[in-house]
Nanobody
Framework: QVQLVESGGGLVQAGGSLRLSCVAS????????MGWYRQGPGKQRELVAR???????NYADSVKGRFTISRDNGKRTVYLQMNSLKPEDTAVYYC?????????????????WGQGTQVTVSS
């Protein structure tokens, strides 16, 4: 069983910063891309940032220059440093990872999601 557990959300004033973390646990052979998505009130879930195992990252236009995604492969962890936060960044942030599991000699690739962490930015 693979689990993704996020932490680091909270309430912050506009202009402030937060750092989200997501740790992958369980039995698996490898993790491919990891990413952060968010879902604001009344909105669809959207990609915030995504990073490959070798560190190549891409960002939503709305967060470029303010957010930075990084990962520590040894710790099975992905981070999202969020600076200059705006009220429109308010959302539940979800961690996502592509994971390969070896089970009885065969490999299976699946995407997993964390439970989400609330980020609220007050004006």
């Amino acid at each position: 069983q693979v689990q993704l557990v996020e932490s680091g959300g909270g309430l912050v004033q506009a202009g402030g910063s937060l750092r989200l973390s997501c740790v992958a646990s369980g039995r698996f052979s490898s993790i491919s891309a990891m990413g952060w998505y968010r879902q604001g009130p009344g909105k669809q879930r959207e990609l915030v940032a995504r990073i490959t195992p070798i560190g190549s990252a891409n960002y939503a236009d709305s967060v470029k220059g303010r957010f930075t995604i990084s990962r520590d492969n040894g710790k099975r962890t992905v981070y999202l440093q969020m600076n200059s936060l705006k009220p429109e960044d308010t959302a539940v942030y979800y961690c996502n990872a592509g994971v390969t599991v070896i089970d009885r000699g065969s490999s299976r690739f699946s995407e997993y999601w964390g439970q989400g962490t609330q980020v609220t930015v007050s004006s």
